[in-house]
């Protein structure tokens, strides 16, 4: 018969026991890397208590050599040969004098994401390893994460949207990835793309959210295909004294989709096939079709000018409005006035050249400055990104259209997720350099004056160009 593992009395006088109960629940590499006290000389205790000195990355590694990595964290099944390793290693070489310091990661998430849900995954990670996970939604995270990972502190783990990715990454702020093929094969690709910068992975994809043409089934049985047969049925409802469609259209969140289906683009690709800055496509033939057809929306009265966010929700809850543009953040208020809604892409400038909506990914990013590395990876990739982890967070806070392949698959028996992937395997992904950020500011100004009149198409696109090339 075999006799079941238990610890010696020796190891449960040892003031590293608490330590070991952690690292039974560890993988032998991540027990050697974060628990026990590698890579130094020390007062071994061996039952003689003779004061011999080991070194446990030596002894561990051999002895993990032999028995193999094993699987990674995930349900709790540690072979006894682990746990013993994991055993002699305390037994043998963790010394009196050094209290080894138990991991906890630290985690932080915006305030509107699902941060009760991630802190019930991350209390699960903790019964399956003994590693602690504290979430926190600090107010102004990305300033406060900027500085704090600036200064070598800060979360072990940040998640936020991609579009910051190349920023951080090029500041040092973040911890390049190597995910498993496995994890790859079960995320869509346009999400990995998205945290792709310099040709490495930055973030691991849990969300995707993005624009699309929300409509009011009462009022447009069937949403038009074409910009074309949008302003054709403006006409229609005009004697009902409504109209087709408003949106916040001096946004280039909402209005470059319109402009980037006939061909805008906002940097072209280099050779490697990251974006390039000193190249832009903003005022090319597509983008100018595009910013046309904004302009004749207002000029023939299809849409009132300088409107804002907040006049289009109202009109669209009154039923003044039969479709707007925005994202699944706007699907609860229109259920609120008890609208029966779908989902469309954005009606195409040019039949066949569908409208490419902006597409934000909400991802998990390790921190350079993180000294658990290792246990985060194991809790993004074996705890987080597991569908039975997503839905917990999609019970907190709906995620809208997961990353997850086989999460998704549940989901699209949903209508509205369902027409929301289609708009983002047809969009793209905000891009994800630095100098992004000229591109809204210079963009939303040509929008203005194309909407008010001040400027002609081509030359408000030429002077957003020539802004977004202006080294700052």
């Known amino acids: 018969m075999t006799r079941p ?4 009395r020796l190891a449960e006088r ?12 560890l993988t032998p590499q991540l027990f050697v890397k974060h628990i026990a006290p590698t ?24 002895l993990t050599g032999r028995l193999g990595s094993g699987p990674a964290l995930g349900p709790l099944r540690v072979s006894a040969a682990k746990a013993l390793l994991a055993l002699i290693a305390v037994q043998l070489c963790v010394p009196l004098a050094v209290q080894a310091e138990t991991p906890r990661l630290l985690v932080w998430i915006n305030g509107d994401k699902a941060y009760n849900g991630l802190q019930k995954v991350g209390n699960a990670f903790e019964k399956v390893s003994g590693v602690k996970v504290v979430v926190e939604h600090p107010v102004d995270a990305t300033d406060k994460f900027q500085q704090a990972a600036g200064a070598g502190k800060g979360p072990d783990i940040f998640c936020w949207p991609h579009d910051r990715v190349g920023e951080w990454a090029k500041a040092g702020l973040l911890t390049p990835l190597r995910p498993s093929a496995r994890l790859k094969a079960e995320v869509e690709d346009q999400a990995w793309s998205a945290f792709t910068y310099r040709g490495r992975l930055w973030g691991y994809p849990i969300a995707i959210e993005t624009t699309g043409l929300i409509y009011n089934k009462a009022l447009v049985p069937h949403p038009p295909a074409t910009w074309a047969e949008l302003m054709a049925l403006d006409r229609q409802l005009a004697p009902q004294g409504r109209h087709a469609i408003l949106w916040d259209y001096n946004k280039s969140f909402f209005s470059w989709p319109i402009l980037a289906g006939p061909g805008g683009r906002i940097f ?6 990251d974006f390039d800055p000193r190249r832009v496509g903003v005022n090319n033939a597509g983008a100018l079709a595009g910013a046309e057809v904004i302009e004749r929306l207002i000029k023939d009265g299809h849409m009132p000018r300088g409107a804002r966010y907040a006049e289009m929700e109202s009109a669209f809850a009154r039923g003044e409005i039969g479709m707007m543009i925005s994202g699944p953040w706007a699907w609860d208020n229109a259920r609120r006035a008890r609208i029966d809604i779908g989902v469309a892409p954005i009606p195409a400038v040019v039949a066949g050249k569908p409208s490419k909506s902006f597409v934000g990914v909400l991802g998990c990013m390790i921190a350079a400055p993180s000294r658990y590395k290792d246990i985060a990876k194991e809790f993004i990739e074996n ?13 907190d806070v709906p995620l809208g259209v997961p990353a997850n392949k086989a999460f998704y698959n549940e989901l699209s028996v949903n209508p509205l997720i369902k027409a929301s992937m289609i708009n983002a395997r047809n969009g793209e992904p905000i891009p994800n350099i630095p100098e992004v950020g000229r591109f809204w ?18 030359d408000a696109l030429d002077g957003a160009a020539a802004r977004m090339l202006l080294k700052p």
Request: aromatic fraction near 2%; include cysteine.
């Open 39 to 62: 890579g130094r000389n020390v007062s071994g205790l061996s039952p003689r208590g003779d004061g011999d000195a080991c070194r446990i990355d030596r002894h561990a590694h051999r």
């Open 441 to 458: 500011t210079a963009m939303d100004a040509a929008l203005e004056a194309i909407t008010n009149g001040l400027q002609a198409p081509k």
């Open 14 to 25: 040892s003031p590293a026991w608490p330590v070991l109960q952690t690292a039974l629940r």
């Open 5 to 8: 593992l238990v610890p010696s």
């Open 383 to 395: 705890h987080l990104m597991r569908p039975e982890a997503l839905k917990v967070l999609d019970a």
């Open 268 to 273: 072209e690709r280099d050779a490697q096939g």
